[in-house]
Structure formats: structure tokens, C-alpha cells
T-cell receptor, first 116, second 116 residues
Framework: GAVVSQHPSRVICKSGTSVKIECRSLDFQATTMFWYRQFPKQSLMLMATSNEGSKATYEQGVEKDKFLINHASLTLSTLTVTSAHPEDSSFYICSASPVLGQGGYTFGSGTRLTVV | AQTVTQSQPEMSVQEAETVTLSCTYD???????LFWYKQPPSRQMILVIR??????QNATENRFSVNFQKAAKSFSLKISDSQLGDAAMYFC?????????????FGEGTQLTVNP
């Protein structure tokens, strides 16, 4: 089945530094990938839609300059948290959908970001 | 805008018993897709079951089945013969069209506890 690989699974960084999270579709091409943020015991909040070869579409309230998204190929999207602050600490999940009729989205395993 | 509502933040069930999780949604579309996702403590999102709105027959996957009431915009999940491994957060989700760029809208989630 469709597999989405997300790395790293955990990362700790210092305030003011940047962190890059990768999301790869391993056995299918994904022209669109989605990035979510999830707080403990809450639902997934869509941050942005990543489009291959074009600019990402950000949800209202999400800072474009803080959460940089690059979707340079059909199998890779990256989310870079720039100038990270403790309030950026969260669980980030990516997802992508294979071709039509394959049954919903496939999710990466998520990245737990801790900013100290 | 489409919305998904899960009115049960928490549910519990005895092992081997049956439990039903509720979900309602709001949409003006006639063709769409509904999903139940499971998120265990590992936080990996796992697709449990999906339903195409144009299909009248309720979807089933082994011990998991849905009660899809299109007119009432209701999409409940029934778990039969509950097992300890079913303990997880369950999210109901809606998707308008089955293209790679179509986003998922999630409900707030229901935390299911399975008691031995």
C-alpha cells in the first residue's frame, strides 16, 4: 500500500534555530501533500497544502515566514520551522493521497518538535 | 464550509463488547467521502474504514462497520468484539472529492478506552 515516510520522528532544538521536517511518498507520486499540527488530545489542524512546483497554500492564521514549505519533487515535501520558539513545540504530521480510488490519505508517522 | 462534529470526547467499552462512536457532518455537496481514522498512542494515523456517499450500502471492515445516514448527515462507527488494541483516539473525517488536492476535514476526536 501507499507509504509516507516522515523524518525525523523527534527533534529538540534551541530557541532561535530552524528545523526541517521531511515528508516523502515512497511508492507513489504526490502532487499535493498536507501539513498538520496536533496538540495533545486534540484534532489535527491543517497548516498548509503543499503543491509540487508551486507555492504552498497556507491556512488562515499560519505564518508563512515561520513555516516554510518546499515541494520540489513529486515525492518530497519539507516543512521548515524558522526561528523556532517554545510555543512552536508540537506534533507535526504530513499526509498525501495516491491516485483516485485508493482510499483516503496516507499519513506520515509524525514529528515531535520540542523547542528549548 | 464543511464541518465534522464528534459529540463524544471520551467513550469506554468492555473487552469483547460493542461500542458505537458518533459523527455528524455538514455539507451542501451530494458526492463526498467519509472516513474513520484511528490514532493509537504511537500517534500514527491509521485508516479504519471509508464510505462513498453515493453508495447506499454501509461499509464494513471485519469488526468495524458504519451506519451511514445521508439524509441525517450522520456517520457512526460500530466496533464489535472490542479488543484492547482498539484503544485509541478515533477521528471522523470528510473529503469532498477524490482528487489528490482535496483536503480532509476532521472532527474533534473520540478517545476510546477498552477495559479488560
Amino acid at each position: 500500500g501507499a507509504v509516507v515516510s516522515q523524518h525525523p520522528s523527534r527533534v529538540i532544538c534551541k530557541s532561535g534555530t530552524s528545523v526541517k521536517i521531511e515528508c516523502r511518498s515512497l511508492d507513489f507520486q504526490a502532487t499535493t501533500m498536507f501539513w498538520y499540527r496536533q496538540f495533545p488530545k486534540q484534532s489535527l489542524m491543517l497548516m498548509a497544502t503543499s503543491n509540487e512546483g508551486s507555492k504552498a497554500t497556507y491556512e488562515q492564521g499560519v505564518e508563512k515566514d515561520k513555516f516554510l514549505i518546499n515541494h520540489a519533487s513529486l515525492t518530497l515535501s519539507t516543512l521548515t520551522v524558522t526561528s523556532a520558539h517554545p510555543e512552536d513545540s508540537s506534533f507535526y504530521i504530513c499526509s498525501a493521497s495516491p491516485v483516485l480510488g485508493q482510499g483516503g490519505y496516507t499519513f506520515g508517522s509524525g514529528t515531535r518538535l520540542t523547542v528549548v | 464550509a464543511q464541518t465534522v462534529t464528534q459529540s463524544q470526547p471520551e467513550m469506554s467499552v468492555q473487552e469483547a463488547e460493542t461500542v458505537t462512536l458518533s459523527c455528524t457532518y455538514d455539507t451542501s455537496e451530494s458526492d463526498y467521502y467519509l472516513f474513520w481514522y484511528k490514532q493509537p498512542p504511537s500517534r500514527q494515523m491509521i485508516l479504519v474504514i471509508r464510505q462513498e456517499a453515493y453508495k447506499q450500502q454501509n461499509a464494513t471492515e471485519n469488526r468495524f462497520s458504519v451506519n451511514f445516514q445521508k439524509a441525517a448527515k450522520s456517520f457512526s462507527l460500530k466496533i464489535s468484539d472490542s479488543q484492547l488494541g482498539d484503544a485509541a483516539m478515533y477521528f471522523c473525517a470528510y473529503r469532498f472529492e477524490e482528487t489528490s488536492g482535496s483536503r480532509l476535514t476532521f472532527g474533534e476526536g473520540t478517545q476510546l478506552t477498552v477495559n479488560p
